[in-house]
């Protein structure tokens, strides 16, 4: 009977105890990932009791987005979230595979009709710095369009993989980036100008280097388009 009563009582304590094998998710985490050719940064908070996890994730169009049947088992992590899309919600299936100081998600929509990859980082680890020479500073050239010298000043952070900043010299200056990327030693972005009263959209390419950065850009249908290489100001 004392044997009996001593399994019972082991089998209540493993029943109550956490997961020992369940990889500890606890904690901040972030990362992003491409939609249609824009960075998304996004940010989990989760938390972990036992082998349920709860929190949030910031930075999709409905955000925080509240954690939804979250678990753990073993060094893979699983969850749904709802979010909204042009006004309609989506319900986002998450599944993450846990190593050290990273987590790698596939995520899509329930339906299977969308989906793609992220990595997420501990928010504890400093931020590896991209591949590839730095775009952030502030560069200038400028480029010959029908016989007259146009300046630029391009004024550019990169962080992420993701390009942002400001172009001074075409009009209305400033002009705001938009879909900057950065990929290796090539960033992308483009701008809209005024020309003759009518808006146009410049789709810019540009590889960078220790002595610049050498852009390709134009209209983006392509009837149009020249070369400039900028310089770091000092």
Known sequence: MRNVLRL???FVLLAIMPN???ADVSGTWKGAFDFQGTSVPLTFHLTVAGSAVTGTVEGLPTTPAEIHDGKVDGDSVTFWVNSDYQG???KLVYKGKVSAGQIEFSF???????GTTMTAKSGDMPVAKPSGPDA???WKGSFDFQGTNVPLTFHLTAADGVLTGTVEGLPPSPLEIHEGKVDGDTVTFAVTTDYQGSPVRLVYKGKVSADGIKFSFGTEDGSWGT???VVKSI
């Open 8 to 10: 019972a009582g082991l």
């Open 20 to 22: 020992a094998n369940a």
């Open 136 to 138: 952030t500073g502030t």
């Open 88 to 90: 309609t919600t989506y």
């Open 108 to 114: 899509g929509t329930e339906d299977g009709s969308w």
């Open 227 to 229: 070369e400039l290489t």
